[in-house]
Nanobody, 116 residues
């Protein structure tokens, strides 16, 4: 069955870095666009960044431009989110998403907390 498993979240101080990973299985990973979303307490889920099946980074949220980078490794069926210069407002649960036409899959999320 389809699985998206996020990892790499945790507690980090402001200005620090984290790298999230999302391991995919159960579908043809290389043909899907992959995205990271996040949801802070009391807020709606928002798109952070998307990488196309061809490896182009698109749809990056203005709030993370220049700080976050999405990448993918099709041989490892994994998508990454490198997060630098983290701010307290980046605190959220981060979700991995796979999308191809009408098919969309979600992971369970990983918590990122930015606090001193």
């Amino acid at each position: 069955q389809v699985q998206l498993v996020e990892s790499g979240g945790g507690l980090v101080q402001p200005g620090g870095s984290l790298k999230l990973s999302c391991a995919a299985s159960g579908f043809t990973f290389r043909t899907y666009a992959m995205s990271w979303y996040r949801q802070a307490p009391g807020k709606e889920r928002e798109l952070v960044a998307t990488i196309t099946s061809a490896g182009f980074m698109i749809d990056t949220a203005d709030s993370v431009k220049g700080r976050f980078t999405i990448s993918r490794h099709n041989t490892k069926n994994t998508v990454y989110l490198q997060m630098n210069s983290l701010k307290p407002e980046d605190t959220a649960v981060y979700f991995c998403n796979a999308r191809r036409y009408a098919d969309t899959y979600w992971g369970q999320g990983t918590q990122v907390t930015v606090s001193s």
